[in-house]
């Protein structure tokens, strides 16, 4: 199978497919998020005064740190740092950027939305965007795929000419489809987050979020250890999905049971936690943490 094509014209114009992917998959997240705050009955609007600023954070800090795991190459290469429609963006990177800055919009125009509860929400969001965003994202750009293998899944790939597993017609040898697996692993996750949504109402504040660390870092620990690094242990990738793993799984088993250990506490005690003002847990800023104003969000 050829790879798809990663580049083409409109008379004088070059249009890169891994632009449009990205274009698609930022303009699909900001239409899931406005739809899952109407469902609950939350303000939207502020959300297109952060769009552009989100994606531009997101890709500022994706590319950045790309570029400091792979510095070597790009100290050869200086040019090839801002060539972005070649691929290379960092989603431990975009979120390092990404996600203060929409907490900052939070905070400015829905102050009464506490930060961990707007995280619980967007959760979600943002593993349907990355099933997405794999599709259209790397499965169509420059190396996109993963180690070489002979098994019949295995596919072609655009590629750079010198590097490893790449022939000189620019046409990589078949490679483990990394892309296609990685956008079934965020399906899959994205699934587990909506069916915790409806069996807990998003409670104890930060549940959902804990459980996306804890299946996003296995998965991206997996992705790395078996279809992607070179060598397969350790890199900064594989390290850092282990800690999001141990910290979400760990985050969640306290949760569940403060929140056991809180319903075993007599009358009169109350945590506060089944208020929509200020429930323990919102942030530890001291900031309301609205969970569902209007019932648990049945989206789909």
Request: charged content about 15%; some cysteine.
């Amino acid at each position: 199978m050829r790879p798809i094509p990663i580049v083409f014209h409109l008379g004088p114009l070059q249009v890169h497919t891994y632009g449009i992917g990205l274009a698609l998959t930022f303009w699909f997240s900001l239409w899931y998020m406005r739809r899952r705050f109407d469902t609950i009955g939350l303000p939207s609007e502020w959300l297109n005064k952060a769009f552009l600023w989100v994606v531009a954070a997101s890709i500022i800090g994706a590319r950045a740190v790309h570029v400091i795991a792979n510095l070597s190459y790009y100290r050869t290469d200086v040019g090839g740092i801002f060539t972005v429609w070649h691929g290379g963006l960092s989603s431990f990177g975009g979120l390092l950027l990404g996600v203060p800055t929409g907490v900052w919009f939070k905070r400015k125009y829905l102050p009464e939305l506490g930060t961990i509860a707007a995280l619980d929400i967007a959760a979600p969001v943002l593993m349907a965007a990355w099933t997405m965003g794999r599709l259209f994202g790397p499965q169509v750009m420059i190396d996109g795929g993963g180690h070489p293998t002979g098994a019949w899944y295995g596919m072609r790939y655009a590629c750079t000419v010198g590097k490893y597993g790449c022939m000189p017609n620019g046409i990589s040898v078949r490679e483990i489809p990394v892309p296609l697996f990685q956008a079934a692993e965020c399906l899959v996750i994205f699934l587990i987050l909506r069916w915790i949504e409806e069996r807990t109402g998003r409670r104890p504040v930060g549940v959902v979020l804990a459980a996306f660390g804890a299946f996003w870092g296995v998965a991206r620990f997996t992705d790395e250890f078996f279809w992607l690094a070179r060598p397969r242990l350790w890199d900064a990738v594989e390290v850092t999905g282990i800690a999001m793993a141990v910290a979400g799984w760990a985050t969640m088993a306290w949760l569940f049971r403060r929140g056991s250990r809180n319903r075993a506490a007599p009358p009169g005690g109350g945590t506060g936690e089944g208020d929509l003002g200020a429930a323990p847990g919102g942030d530890g800023g001291g900031e309301p943490a609205v969970v569902s104003a209007g019932g648990p969000d049945t989206t789909t």
